[in-house]
């Protein structure tokens, strides 16, 4: 999991040199500030973009998920949410795995909270169980837009 912001992309550039990261980021920073709801294709089905609204809710009615095949690249662009992390490999299943996503009970012991404002990216791999859309003091509604990028684009 990366945590940071577009204004500190720098920190990320040896990471980011693969040209599909590089297409991603690229899209993201060139994103218009009004840009409408829905799916987006940045390269092909496996390089795509989802902007949703939507008002964080209580922690309890948030649950966990991973994912097998795409990475998720997390960006808000209004509002403020939490997504707390976790790696999946503490977390037991919470029903079967459909569509690229498998949920989890939340764990027992401890998780890390993100705090997602605007401008702030989130990088959750394969092994990052997340759990986004957890309203915060102060956070009334949110736009944010989520880029997946499938692993096979990263083979090269």
């Known amino acids: 999991m990366l945590h940071g912001s577009l204004t500190e ?3 990320y550039t040896p990471f980011l040199r693969h040209p599909t990261w590089e297409m991603a980021m690229a899209w993201l920073r060139a994103l218009p500030p009004g840009i409408a709801l829905g799916s987006y294709q940045i390269h092909g089905p496996k390089l795509t ?14 649950r966990f998920e991973s994912h097998v095949d795409h990475i998720d690249i997390q960006y808000t662009i209004t509002g403020t949410e939490g997504i707390e992390w976790c790696p999946r490999t503490e977390l037991v299943a919470d029903g079967g795995f459909a569509n690229d996503v498998q949920f989890w009970q939340p764990p027992d012991g401890p998780v890390t909270t993100l705090v997602q404002s605007p401008g702030r990216f989130a990088i ?33």
């Open 124 to 156: 959750f791999f394969p092994e990052d169980a997340h759990r986004p859309k957890v309203r915060l003091e102060g956070s009334l509604h949110v736009k944010k837009l989520v880029i997946k990028i499938h692993r096979d684009l990263l083979v090269s």
């Open 49 to 62: 973009a989802t902007v949703q609204a939507y008002d964080p809710m209580s922690r309890e009615l948030c």
């Open 9 to 11: 992309l720098g920190t």
